[in-house]
C-alpha cells in the first residue's frame, strides 16, 4: 500500500511577515531601551548640576554669612562690600567683592587671621560660550578690594549669576556698595542670590537662595 507524504514548508508571504513582526518587536525594544539610557543620562546629568548648585551656593554663603565691615578708617585696608550689576551678552552676570572671616589657608600661607577679601566674578568660557564661575581669596587685605589673592574655578556650566540686596529699611537694590554712597559703613539685611547653570542640551536651571550678611 502506497503512503503519501506531504511535506509542508514556509512561504516566502509567510517568511516576510515573520520578518517584519520581528523588525517591529526588536525597533520596539530597541527604542525602549534607547529610552531608558537617555533617562539615565538625564538623570546623572541633573544630578551633577544639582551637585554643582549646591556646593556653589553652600560655600556663597558660608562667605556672605561672615562677611565683615569696620566702621574705622583705614589708610592700609578697605573692610566692607561692593557689587556690579552687569550683564554679559544679555545674561545676568554680578560681582561681589567682600572682606570676610572666611579665609582657605593655603600651604604657602603664613597668615594667622581669619579676615580675608573674597570676590565672585563670571568670566567666558570659550570652549562652551557659557561661563565660568570664580572664587578669589585674599588673605592679604588692602586699599583694592576687588584684585588680588588666589584666584580658583567654582564652576562650570553657569549661565547666569544674578544678586539682588535688601537694606535695613527693606528697599531693594541692584547693587551695593558700603565704602561710599548711602550705604555707606553699612551692610544688606538680606543678598537673594540666583545662580542659573545649563546642561549639555542647552536647559537652563535656575537656584535662587537668600543669605544674611
Known amino acids: 500500500m502506497a503512503i503519501s507524504k506531504t511535506i509542508s514548508g514556509f512561504t516566502l508571504i509567510e517568511i516576510l511577515i515573520a520578518i517584519s513582526i520581528i523588525s517591529i518587536i526588536i525597533g520596539a525594544l530597541y527604542g525602549v531601551y534607547i529610552s531608558n539610557v537617555k533617562g539615565i543620562q538625564i538623570t546623572q546629568q541633573n544630578s551633577s548640576i544639582y551637585q554643582t ?15 565683615y565691615l569696620s566702621s574705622k578708617v583705614s589708610k592700609k585696608s578697605a573692610l566692607g562690600m561692593i557689587s556690579e550689576d552687569r550683564e554679559i551678552e544679555d545674561n545676568p552676570a554680578d560681582r561681589i567683592d567682600f572682606t570676610a572671616l572666611t579665609h582657605i589657608y593655603s600651604k604657602q600661607d603664613n597668615l594667622t587671621t581669619d579676615l580675608c577679601e573674597v570676590g565672585y566674578f563670571l568670566k567666558k568660557d570659550p570652549d562652551t560660550n557659557l561661563f565660568i564661575l570664580y572664587r578669589r581669596d585674599s588673605g592679604i587685605v588692602d586699599t583694592d578690594l576687588r584684585h588680588g589673592g588666589r584666584i580658583d574655578e567654582l564652576a562650570y556650566m553657569v549661565k547666569g549669576l544674578d544678586l539682588e540686596f535688601i537694606d535695613k529699611q527693606g528697599d531693594k537694590f541692584k547693587y551695593w556698595n558700603s565704602l561710599k554712597g548711602v550705604h555707606k559703613n553699612e551692610l544688606p539685611s538680606l543678598i537673594k542670590i540666583k545662580l542659573i547653570l545649563s546642561d549639555k542640551n542647552g536647559g537652563e536651571h535656575v537656584f535662587i537662595t537668600s543669605v544674611h550678611p
Open 53 to 67: 548648585a549646591r556646593a556653589v551656593l553652600d560655600r556663597m554663603k558660608k562667605d556672605l554669612e561672615c562677611a
